[in-house]
T-cell receptor
Framework: SAVISQKPSRDICQRGTSLTIQCQVD?????MFWYRQQPGQSLTLIAT?????????ESGFVIDKFPISRPNLTFSTLTVSNMSPEDSSIYLC??????????FGPGTRLTVT | RKEVEQDPGPFNVPEGATVAFNCTYS??????FFWYRQDCRKEPKLLMS???SGNEDGRFTAQLNRASQYISLLIRDSKLSDSATYLC????????????FGKGTMLLVSP
């Protein structure tokens, strides 16, 4: 499976600011995914990012709040904009495996004060 | 009905016990099924895929019943290191790569 890293691993931010999370994969992948896992909850897909095209957002998530970049086949960023305490969560990126499974990065733990 | 539903937890079992987790999914067209394991404050990790014929990996056995839209995971001879949250995951659409996650069932194995 691919090796995936994320930066930062954690951060504490003030409301109204923005944070950009980076996801790096050790091999070229077509699709990358961004999830959110709120405390005590399961994973919720934010968007799917293909290289060279706009990200596809799930219901309840919008580009203005969660802009995504996908400049090449090994890298993506997710920005959490104009943060509020409700954005406190773990943000995870993932890539797809050969049989439809996904492999996850270690996550970014965000706390908004 | 939620898309993927799992047994509520936690399950508290002694070492050596056999424990079974159940999961139901709502979309009958779902094509791919997985069990993931998530340790506290860690990312989910693939435990095993679930095939129509059922599959086994050491102490772990996964089964799929498409008619009942039901998936199960059996863990035999539980170890302390099996303590984690187990996530039932379904790909609801064969033409699209998104996964739907259950809320997870926590397993606590005690000495």
């Amino acid at each position: 499976s691919a090796v995936i890293s994320q930066k930062p691993s954690r951060d504490i931010c003030q409301r109204g600011t923005s944070l950009t999370i980076q996801c790096q994969v050790d091999s070229q992948v077509t699709m990358m995914f961004w999830y959110r896992q709120q405390p005590g909850q399961s994973l919720t897909l934010i968007a799917t990012a293909n290289q060279g095209s706009e990200a596809t957002y799930e219901s309840g998530f919008v580009i203005d709040k969660f802009p995504i970049s996908r400049p090449n086949l090994t890298f993506s960023t997710l920005t959490v904009s104009n943060m509020s305490p409700e954005d406190s969560s773990i943000y995870l990126c993932s890539v797809e495996g050969p049989s439809g499974e996904q492999y996850f990065g270690p996550g970014t733990r965000l706390t908004v004060t | 009905r939620k898309e993927v539903e799992q047994d509520p937890g936690p399950f508290n079992v002694p070492e050596g016990a056999t424990v079974a987790f159940n999961c139901t999914y709502s979309n009958s067209a779902s094509q791919s099924f997985f069990w993931y394991r998530q340790d506290c404050r860690k990312e989910p990790k693939l435990l095993m895929s679930v095939y129509s014929s059922g599959n086994e990996d050491g102490r772990f056995t996964a089964q799929l019943n498409r008619a009942s839209q039901y998936i199960s995971l059996l863990i035999r001879d539980s170890k302390l290191s099996d303590s984690a949250t187990y996530l039932c995951v379904v790909n609801p659409d064969s033409g699209y790569s998104t996964l739907t996650f259950g809320k997870g069932t926590m397993l606590l194995v005690s000495p």
